[in-house]
Nanobody
């Protein structure tokens, strides 16, 4: 079982930056592909970013490409989402997710992920 806990959310002005962290349990954390999703009120979870188990490849939604950067530190069992140039439309609850051993590679689909954190609120004021 993998347990995920996000932190780092908060209130920030448009154009500002935040760094989200996701602390994960599990001896085999380094073998799990990881993703970030966000969910705004009344909407389904939206793909934000993904990193391969090796940490060598990352993928981003078009809406955040060039502004957000995902990374992982397997030694610390932690993944990060550095968010720069934040916009009001980025306001959402941000969830990290672990794909688990049966991940098929469709990184942008929520159902590909087996484990989810409870989320951290990001609010960007205009």
């Amino acid at each position: 079982q993998v347990q995920l806990v996000e932190s780092g959310g908060g209130l920030v002005q448009a154009g500002g930056s935040l760094r989200l962290s996701c602390a994960a349990s599990g001896r085999t954390f380094s073998s799990y592909a990881m993703g970030w999703f966000r969910q705004a009120p009344g909407k389904e979870r939206e793909f934000v970013a993904h990193i391969r188990w090796s940490g060598g490849s990352t993928y981003y939604a078009d809406s955040v490409k060039g502004r957000f950067t995902m990374s992982r530190d397997n030694a610390k069992n932690t993944v990060y989402l550095q968010m720069n140039s934040l916009k009001p439309e980025d306001t959402a609850v941000y969830h990290c997710a672990a794909a688990g051993p049966y991940y098929s590679g469709i990184y942008y689909l929520p159902h590909e992920y087996d484990y989810w954190g409870q989320g951290t609120q990001v609010t960007v004021s205009s």
